[in-house]
């Protein structure tokens, strides 16, 4: 169960990957990945494109989706596992979450004039594929092609974390809606790369004491953005927390990302893989033979 490929977070042209839902299922199946789920930011349109591509090439799915949430004035992601993309609950709360990108999006642009880089809006637009998921990934895209910054850590170092001129405070989900919509659809609701919050250790364990309040049953210990010593912090605190453990590469572009679909480490043998409170959720490799008879 460990050794199992599993690759539990990447995105498609739905949200900000640049590969549409079939090619990122070749790309992930190309790589070995053995069990795939797609999680698009607050989306679910990619889902059934995914489901058919995994079938045709014999791999193992989960429907996903990663919810952003507002946690002590922070970003905060949830990834969904297990979902059913047909729930409205969750259809509607992830409506709601996508309604002020838009919105945000021109206040970037306008703290970017400030400093005097013209056009962001629409140079980030020229990146978006879904235009209701404008997000901080096409203004970096955006700001590395016209040569204001190097790269995406570049970016987001100089202009689109807190106090820089690109970020917008924005009210995305509240952590337990968030988890409530998770658990209604029949997933498990799993902190995605905890590294990433620029938490101190209070705020850190109230996250998690939260978290698991409202039922919310795993953390992301390997992931593109983690350490090796981020991957040992936070397998003891799934454990402190009796959290299972997921692995995904949160993987977006070829070239972009760090770490290609699937390359991830094993999943410690003391960790409760995820995958095996989702055992009913996954749609297998190979379909059911059809029922004999009429
Ligand atoms: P948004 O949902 O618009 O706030 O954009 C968040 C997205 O920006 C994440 O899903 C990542 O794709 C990207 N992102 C956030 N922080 C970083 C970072 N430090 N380096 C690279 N990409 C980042
Ligand atoms: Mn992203
Ligand atoms: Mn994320
Ligand atoms: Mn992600």
């Known amino acids: 169960m460990h050794l199992l490929n599993a690759d539990l977070h ?37 889902l059934p494109r995914a489901a058919a591509a995994a079938q045709r090439l014999g791999m193992a799915w989960l429907a996903g989706v990663e919810v952003s949430v507002t946690f002590a004035g922070e970003t905060v992601h949830v990834l969904g596992l297990g979902i059913d993309p047909t729930n409205e609950a969750l259809q509607r709360g992830l409506a709601q979450v996508r309604g002020g990108r838009e919105r945000r999006a021109r206040e970037m642009a306008e703290g970017l004039a400030r400093v005097g880089i013209r056009g962001a809006f629409e140079g980030a637009q020229g990146y978006v594929s879904n235009p209701e998921l404008i997000s901080r990934t096409h203004f970096a895209r955006w700001l590395v092609d016209t040569g204001h910054c190097r790269d995406n850590a570049d970016v987001f170092r100089r202009y689109l974390t807190s106090g820089r001129p690109g970020h917008v405070p924005h009210r995305w989900a509240g952590l337990g809606e968030a988890v409530g919509w998770i658990r209604g659809a029949g997933g498990v609701a799993c902190i995605a790369h905890p590294a990433r919050y620029p938490f101190n250790a209070t705020v850190e364990y109230a996250l998690f004491s939260e978290f698991v309040a409202h039922g919310g049953q795993a953390v992301e210990v390997l992931t593109s953005a983690h350490t090796t010593a981020d991957a040992a912090k936070y397998a003891d605190l799934a454990i402190e927390f009796g959290l299972a453990a997921s692995r995904g590469s949160d993987f977006h572009a070829p070239g972009e990302s760090r770490v290609e679909l699937g390359a991830l480490p094993t999943l410690s043998g003391r960790l ?23």
């Open 10 to 46: 990447s995105h498609s042209t739905v949200s900000d990957g640049t590969l549409d839902p079939e090619a990122l299922a070749e790309q992930a199946a190309r790589q070995g990945v053995e069990l795939w789920a797609l999680t698009d930011h607050d989306e679910l349109d990619g």
């Open 272 to 294: 409760e893989p995820v995958w095996q409170r989702l055992a009913d959720r996954i749609q297998p490799a190979v379909p059911p033979p059809a029922a004999i008879g009429g």
